[in-house]
């Protein structure tokens, strides 16, 4: 592809930065070849000119697509270059806070100085059985990919750790092991697996130490071998060291530390042990205070010092061991603090009262004054004499820190010996994955001999991993068959060879060491003339004449010749070493032993050669040839091994969490090899795809027609169009191989076709929008216009109509005006002649009345005066009827007064009332004022009319006198007596009036009466309503409260329940492991006994004394008999005694029959049958019992007597003791065990101890049956009591005849309610004795049956001879639900039905449960003929069966199912017939009839029920192992929904496919494994609350198992996934409602992974976002939501990812949520099971046994 296509405008690259190394900038110009600059554009928005250099014409490497930024594998990048590679473990490491990276074959750690939830048991598991490119990088995942292969190859692998200090070198190779030591199991030897691991806390007290780097680092390289069997448990271990730093024993640079075990000493200085060391502070010595840092944050020394000695104790290094390697390492402390004193330039002494050197040389056990002398002293040998000479202070101090120097290291072999000894296994070893924790590539301003070991030792890893990585591509392309050309990349033998080769540096370093005067200058020399011209990766510094350049792989690094000679040399005063060999403390001696060795063997060596001269000192190795021999043998290990590589990567030298420093991380980059593997990759094909990967993420290029069948060739035809150059990609077996680029190319074809797609999509969605909004606005403006043209017609017709109307209007009005102007003058006209008329009428009439009518005025002046007389009449009369009334109405008045205080009195009764009162109070005193103004305005007319009159009476006295006058004023007087008449007629009305108001207001006075008479009655009903709801309220309000307690109480008690249950569960499966494990172990011993005890003979001191205890057996066995007997004896005449009471008793009720009448309650008949009758039954049950127990120890005891015998021969006891002639001479104690009699003694004690714990269980039961009783009457009595209370304070609230009728009524009442208890208690008392006569009767069958197999037992025992007995069988009508069976028949019966029953075969054509009914009936049948020995005999051989078969076939899951259902069948069927009262309500009434007579079985229930939970937890372990692998790739990996959200490119560690195949495992499956075992459970009877716990706990396990491998996986954290995981969840809750379990809580489990795919799809920017997240996830914790939001990875290029901020917010809101801090679900975890208890429907008597069972033996009764 040309250059101008990919540098095209808007191409994003990467550019040079000092500071950052690499910057990113997007281009604004198209490039076109021959440009000299590029211009680009930064992040900040500057631009920059780009200068491209001329002569090489390189442009600045390419971005990759922000999709495949973050990848697990950086092989997965399509540009595979350094910025590329830094740039993504950036993101990855900052921003996603993964701190593990795939680069091809090696692992990428980053330390994160932070401590991670990532290394806990739950990961371990989940890593466990997975691919590597299954799940996120991890450690684990390495050691699984080590274990596994060599598993699979049969082959040894190592896990090669490297890195520079600080990077987590020891942290990871640590988890390592632990990952083995987890995931194995250890063999042979117990605690292999905490050995191995308590190795790392020893090495690191003794190898570790704080640097300016690492806190922790180690200064030593370390190769550990861990051993497996062929069953790949762990056997033992072996470590081999490198390279010990042995100068910081004597010297640290500041801000560093000396060793740990150092620091560890002086603060453990105060415990007792230690006080002999004489230790202080560790800033008093001189070996530990040169740092100036004696403390690290964090970690405190006398923590880490008992932890330390743990895990010496852990390894089997005694406390004396122990204390004798500190005591060395105190002396070492004690010798650094020994001052030299200079006596001059040659010549130094020390004082020898110095106390340090008296205490080490105490310590050490030797001589002070020689130990001073050779100090400050040295012996030289000639070949003729040798002599002593002083030396100087500063040769004494150096002698004096070489010599420390020495200890420490031996000590350090020491311990390494020690714990490969610890570590060593018996056990053949099968194959061994070392872990490999070696330094990595050093380079300091400083840089000496110590730094060209490790970076020598890190070219010879570098070439042994370049060849692997150029092996393993080369394979690939031949596996693939594509043809391929050789791969050029860096080779560094040449540098190996400067260094190790003939005449190299460090042979030439040796042969300068041999040299009497060689010196480092020249040596530096030598090399100079050797190698500087000759070597072209040697260099010589231009500033310098004692210094070298080498350049390594990594970088060119300057060495220091200064002290080259001396550490190589590595010497020390012979002198010395001979005055500690003297010492008397052993562990020094041991330590000096080699050298005494090497001594003799040299001397040997030297007699045979002849050459005198030589020394131990000329054949000691040099150092570099010890380090270059032990690293061949390394490079030999490793190469004979498949290799796993994990690169530490320290991220900056600040030690803060997080956090990238571009350019430390870049040169470690470089100097671990990351960069190379990935320059390997790019040279070749380093992008690689399967056909139908590739198909399904580039479908969206193709056409429908260019989809083909043959995927390879639609592939093809694809590539070919796409990609011109057929030189970028190749086509292989498998796989599809692409060039650096290409896929990103590929990439960038795909999401351009997609945002083509997109903006069609878009364009036709906006035409649509655009279209409908046209539409919508011509829509409403048609709408518009026709409501607007509509009102401007409505407008018009309205105007036609006015004006019509207006016309009408005026035609009315004017004819109105016409007819009225016509009508007035009509009118007018008419009143004209109206008064015209009038006018002459009156004339007319006057003239009458002068002149005819005289006489009628006389006759009505008479008339008028006889009126006016009565008038007066009755006005005196009306006046005294007035004030009569008046005086009544004064009475009534003073009534009204009383009624109305009385009325107030009722208003203060009756606030309610007071507002009507009032109003009709004040409507009355209206009428009372209407009444007086009536009665002033009646007052006021009598006396105008009294006025009147007066007035009359004067002018008729004046009409008497002159009667001229009165005719002439006799036209007045008409006027005169029509107003006379008018007044008579007002004075009438106002009297009528009067006499209404009287009336109504008395009516209205009585009405008022009686509404408050009604209102009085209302009120005191109300208040009496009112009182009685108080009361409910209160009593109601009280069982409220007493409800929620209850409630409260209820759920704390069903929690705990529920609590204790899982807990007794587990303890109980715990146990039931232990009991199988003791079984095994107990068999194996047995199995390993035997055969060594065969050909072994004892001595006669062993025979005497075990025949001796074997008779003092047999003694105290027959002294058991004696017992036995002499309880026999007195049990025999107690029965007696009972048959003597119960023949009084039966005598008594005899009488009593005879009599007629029942013995009353309470007489003295009564009482004594019930107290004998009471005092029998507990006789009888404690004798019982014990007949029981000394039955069974005599049957035991007589077949352990007989068992040889003739007599013996036919008693059948199923009893697996072998014989003594068996037994061996031989054998030792164990034999009390194997004769049974241990076994005896133990089963006895358990009978007692169930017998004693049943007493007291009865004991407890009764006194809580009395307790309870006590309570209920003292809440009978409180409650009396309150009652009285409250009748006495209403008592004398009431008048004295309403107290007494009150104490009355409740006397009655209290008497009717104790009659009724009386009754209730009589009918008890009926039923009791009525119950006591059926157990006489009983008791009395019993015994007779008891006396007649007594007389049968000693006529047997009488008659010598064996009779066989003749059994005569009597018909019966109908079967009693019972298996007769012969004694013996046991084993027969459990083989046919429990041991070879085949489950299939029962479940198809027979009823649920029917070996559990057989069993069943057969305990019937030894339950009717009353024989303990065959129920206890039945039920225990059915529980060994039982277990026997699930231990033997515990992974046959349709097996454990079976009997799951059957046992629990058989639990229930003892508890359905045990004849308890509140079980037999649920029983048909011939159930009830069959319950157990004889035995109460209730023990054995809670045997079958705990075998229930035991058999649960198996069922539960087989289908978890069926399910695990069907989980992860049916809900995660298989991908139902195909299309554009296909999976992303991934790297050479490709993880398994999800695409749709053959064979491929989806949801159906899950669903139809799902499917068959509810089927299998639901044929097998199993009950339905069981199978809904069942499928509780599955539908936990799948939630679980998918939950967790989406928090591990990042490429499963995508919104795509989210939906397919919600379709999957969905399938799973359709498979529940179809089978009727969706109230079985197994939805509610799938809750939390619902809650994470919502959590992939849901919306994550805002605030408002990260609130509804948090009120939706309230199942996650907070760590799964950070961890699935951290994860979450786009797969388009149109999604993006979750910012930091915004994970940020989440964790503020989700602050103060209170939950565990686990990441991981618990996928061992098994709810707490319970077995409710279902009766059966199945009638006994109907069961038939089919032939098949081969039960012919068992007879139905």
Known sequence: MAASELYSKYARVWLPDAAEVWRPAELIKDYTPGDLTLTVQLEDGTEVEHKIDPKTNNLPPLRNPNILVGENDLTALSYLHEPAVLHNLKVRFIDSKLIYTYCGIVLVAINPYESLPIYEADIINAYSGQNMGDMDPHIFAVAEEAYKQMARDERNQSIIVSGESGAGKTVSAKYAMRYFATVSCSSGEANVEEKVLASSPIMEALGNAKTTRNDNSSRFGKYIEIGFDRKLCITGANMRTYLLEKSRVVFQAHGERNYHIFYQLCASSHLPEFKAFKLGCADDFHYTNQGHSPVIDGVDDAKEMCSTRRAFSLLGISESDQMAIYQILAAILHLSNVEVKEQSADRSNIMPDNIHLLVFCELMGVPCEEMAHWLCHRKLKTTTETFVKTVSKMSAVNGRNALAKHIYSRVFCRIVDSINSALKSTVKQRSFIGVLDIYGFETFDINSFEQFCINYANEKLQQQFNMHVFKLEQEEYMKEEIPWTLIDFYDNQPCIDLIEAKLGVLDLLDEECKMPKGSDDTWAQKLYNTLLKQKAHFDKPRLSNRAFIIHHFADEVEYQCEGFLEKNKDTVNEEQINVLKKSKFDLLLKLFEDDGKATSSSNKRTGVTGRAGHTQKDNKKTVGLQFRQSLHLLMDTLNATTPHYVRCIKPNDDKASFSMDPVRAVQQLRACGILETIRISAAGFPS?????????????????????????????????????????????????????????????????????????????????????????????????????????????????????????????????????????????AVTIQCFFRAYMAKKQYFKMMFEQKAVVIQRWVRGWLARQHYRRSVAAITLLQSCVRRMRAKKSLKKLKVEARSVEHFKKLNIGMENKILQLQHKINEQHKENRELSERLTSVEKTQALERERQSRETEKLHRSEQEARAKAKKLPSLLEQLSFLQHELENTRREKDVLEEQTKVYTEQTQQVVEELNTKNSLLNSEKDELNKLILEQAQQLTEIKTNTEITKQMEKDLTEERSRYQSLLSEHLHLEEQHRDLKEEMDISISPSKSGLSRTDSSYSSNSSEFSQSLCSSEGEDSSIQTERQELESENKKLKQDLNELRKSLTSENSEGTPPAPDSLPYNVLLEQLSSSNEELEMRKDEVLLLRSHMVRQEALKHKDSALGEGVNLDLDIPSFKDIDRSTDIHTLNEDGELWLAYEGLKETNRILEFQMQEQERVRSEKYRKLLQEVNKLKVEKEQQEKLLAQSLLLPEDARIEASLKHEITRLTNE???????????????????????????????????????????????????????????????????????????????????????????????????????????????????????????????????????????????????????????????????????????????????????????????????????????????????????????????????????????????????????????????????????????????????????????????????????????????????????????????????????????????????????????????????????????????????????????????????????????????????????????????????????????????????????????
């Not at 590929?746 to 999401?751: A, D, H, P, V």
């Not at 006015?802 to 003058?825: D, E, F, L, P, S």
């Open 688 to 828: 690689r795809w399967t056909y139908q990967e590739f198909f399904s993420r580039y479908r969206v290029l193709m056409k429908q027609k260019d989809v083909l069948p043959d995927r390879k060739l639609t592939c093809k035809n694809l590539l070919e169009k796409l990609i011109k150059d057929q030189d970028q990609y190749q086509f292989g077996k498998n796989k599809i191989f692409f060039r650096a680029g290409q896929v990103a190319y590929l990439e960038k074809l795909r999401s351009d076709k997609l945002r083509m797609a997109c903006v069609r999509i878009q364009k036709t969605i906006r035409c649509w929008l655009a279209r409908k909004k046209y539409l919508r606005m011509r829509e409403s403006a048609v709408t518009i216009q026709r409501y607007v043209r509509g009102h401007q017609a409505r407008c018009y017709v309205k105007f036609l109509r006015r004006t019509r109307a207006a016309i009408v209007i005026q035609r009315t009005v004017r004819m109105w005006v016409m007819r009225r102007r016509y009508q007035r003058q009509r009118s007018a």
């Open 1315 to 1757: 009659n009724l208890e009386l009754l209730e208690h009589q009918e008890k008392q009926d039923k009791i004795i009525r119950k006591l006569k059926k157990q006489l009767k009983l008791y009395m069958k019993k015994v007779e049956d008891f006396e007649a197999g007594a007389q049968q037992k000693n006529k047997a025992s009488v008659t010598s001879t064996r009779v066989r007995a003749v059994n005569i069988t009597r018909k019966e009508k109908e079967y009693q639900g019972m298996l007769e069976y012969r004694e013996g028949d046991e084993g027969r019966l459990l083989k046919n039905v429990v041991i070879d029953l085949k489950p299939r075969g029962v479940a198809v054509g027979l009823i649920p449960g029917l070996p559990a009914y057989i069993i069943f009936m057969c305990i019937r049948y030894a339950d009717n003929v009353n024989d303990d020995q065959r129920v206890s005999a039945l039920l225990n051989s059915t529980i060994s069966s039982i277990k026997g078969v699930i231990k033997k076939r515990g992974d046959d899951l349709e097996m454990v199912s079976f009997w799951l259902a059957n046992t629990c069948r058989l639990m229930h069927c003892l508890k359905q017939y045990s004849g308890d009262e509140v079980i037999m309500t649920h029983n048909s009434p011939k159930q009830n009839e069959q319950c157990l007579t004889n035995f109460e079985l209730s023990e054995y229930q809670q045997v079958f029920g705990d075998l229930s939970i035991q058999i649960y937890r198996q069922l539960m372990k087989c289908m978890e192992e069926i399910l695990q692998p069907l989980i992860v790739a049916s809900m995660l990996e298989h991908e139902t929904i195909q299309g554009v959200l296909g999976s992303k490119p991934t790297g050479l560690r490709k993880r398994s496919t999800s695409f749709p195949e053959e064979g491929a495992v989806t949801v159906e499956v899950l669903l139809q494994r799902l499917g068959l075992f509810h089927t299998t459970m639901s044929q097998h009877g199993m009950d339905s609350e069981i199978i809904k716990q069942v499928v509780r706990q599955q539908f936990y396990i799948i939630s679980a198992v998918t939950l967790n491998n989406l928090l591990l996986r990042k490429d499963m954290c995508s919104w795509s996934k989210g939906l397919q995981i919600r379709y999957n969840v969905w399938q799973l809750e359709e498979w529940l409602a179809e089978r009727e379990l969706v109230d079985c809580g197994a939805k509610e489990t799938l809750e939390p992974l619902v809650q994470a795919a919502q959590l992939l799809q849901i919306k994550k920017k805002t605030d408002a976002d990260a609130q509804a997240i948090c009120n939706m996830c309230n199942a996650l914790t907070t760590a799964q939501i950070v961890k699935v939001l951290t994860l979450y990875t786009p797969v388009i290029e149109f999604e993006e990812r979750v910012s930091t901020s915004f994970i940020t917010t989440i964790k503020n809101l989700l602050r103060d949520r209170v939950e565990t801090s686990a990441l991981m679900m618990d996928t061992k975890k098994i709810f707490s099971i319970t077995l409710p208890f279902t009766p059966s429907t199945v009638a006994l008597e109907t069961i038939q046994i089919p032939a098949s069972l081969n039960l012919g033996f068992l007879k139905r009764i």
